[in-house]
């Protein structure tokens, strides 16, 4: 056995050691060179190896002792790791045993209670993200951040939907409760204005005739999208001759040949203006989500409340 240099702090010596692994494995008897000093145990195939192959820190060490097992040399040096490994060295001299063994005692760890009788392995309990836990997280994040975006646009969702409300109910839902009686207007003149985008108003003068019986005349104003409105309105309803028309039973003087196009027209004002006041949130929202991605995945995983 070859021992290169042995004092109270270092010793590189090449010994047999002998090896059981943290699952009981035995790895048998194997010669190695180790290298002991303050900082730790280092093995390697011999004192030319340039390479490392293993190390183990003192402090993962929790006990030392001398072999006892029947047939064991006088110097054979046992220890235990952290890791429920053992190592045995059968070291040449008392000299070197009682210097590994102070050594290793100085700078060991100490074995926990939970190292000796660890708890049985358990799943985590992740904590549920629902909406509510993440709105009340959020106005939290505001209060410690002093960020006042979020309470902006909730304001600014609130206002959005109060104008959504209002223009529903007194722009388009009068026109969707008109009660229509079919008639036959008499077409008498017929022109057309220009409004915006391939829009028109088609003017004409017709007479036409109530449930009761009484023979009206106005001027119908007819809404029409299309570029082809304004040939297509001598073609649909010609000079001088009935075509099938509906006026407003609540409204005689309201007269008109396609209700449809009206409710088109406000559907259109409606979503272009409700449609641009949202957009700037629809953007906010998409930034947010990004960020907040893996938050707002769990909230639909776990349900809202």
């Known amino acids: 056995m070859e021992m290169e240099n042995i004092n109270a702090y270092t010793c590189q010596v090449t010994v047999n050691?002998?090896?059981?692994?943290?699952?009981g494995i035995d790895k048998g008897w194997i010669s190695k060179y180790v290298d002991l000093s303050e900082g730790g145990m280092?093995?390697?195939?011999?004192?030319?190896?340039?390479?490392?192959?293993?190390?183990?820190?003192?402090?993962?060490?929790?006990?030392?002792?001398?072999?006892?097992?029947p047939g064991a040399q006088p110097y054979n040096l046992r220890i235990k790791t952290r890791g429920k490994a053992t190592y045995t060295f059968e070291l040449p001299s008392q000299e070197m045993f009682n210097s590994w063994t102070a050594l290793i005692e100085r700078h060991k760890g100490v074995m926990r209670e939970e190292d000796i009788n660890?708890?049985?392995?358990?799943?985590?309990?992740?904590?549920?993200?629902?909406?509510?836990?993440?709105?009340?997280?959020?106005?939290?994040?505001?209060?410690?951040?002093?960020?006042?975006?979020?309470?902006?646009?909730?304001?600014?969702?609130?206002?959005?939907?109060?104008?959504?409300?209002l223009l529903w109910i007194l722009f388009v839902q009068p026109m969707k409760n008109i009660t229509q009686v079919k008639t036959q207007c008499y077409v008498l003149s017929h022109d057309y204005e220009y409004l915006y985008k391939r829009t028109y108003n088609l003017i004409m003068d017709v007479r036409y005739t109530l449930e009761n019986g009484t023979v009206m005349r106005n001027e119908m104003v007819q809404y029409c999208a299309g570029s082809d409105c304004p040939d297509d309105m001598e073609d649909k309803y010609p000079l001088n001759e009935y075509t099938t028309c509906y006026y407003d039973k609540d409204d005689i003087d309201f007269v008109f040949f396609d209700l449809g196009a009206f409710l088109k027209k406000k559907y259109s004002i409606v979503g272009g203006v409700c449609g641009g006041l949202l957009a700037p949130w629809l953007i906010f929202v998409v930034v947010y989500l990004f960020v907040k991605g893996k938050d707002m995945v769990k909230v639909l995983k776990n349900g809202c409340f």
Not at 17 to 23: G, L, R, V
Request: proline fraction near 5%; include cysteine; glycine fraction near 2%.
């Open 17 to 23: 050691t002998h090896y059981i692994n943290s699952d």
């Open 42 to 69: 280092e093995f390697k195939e011999s004192a030319e190896d340039t390479i490392r192959r293993g190390l183990l820190y003192l402090h993962d060490i929790v006990y030392c002792e001398q072999a006892d097992e």
């Open 118 to 165: 660890p708890p049985p392995p358990h799943k985590a309990v992740k904590e549920k993200v629902t909406f509510y836990k993440w709105w009340c997280d959020s106005w939290n994040y505001c209060e410690r951040q002093n960020n006042y975006m979020v309470i902006a646009t909730i304001v600014y969702i609130i206002l959005w939907a109060v104008l959504l409300t």
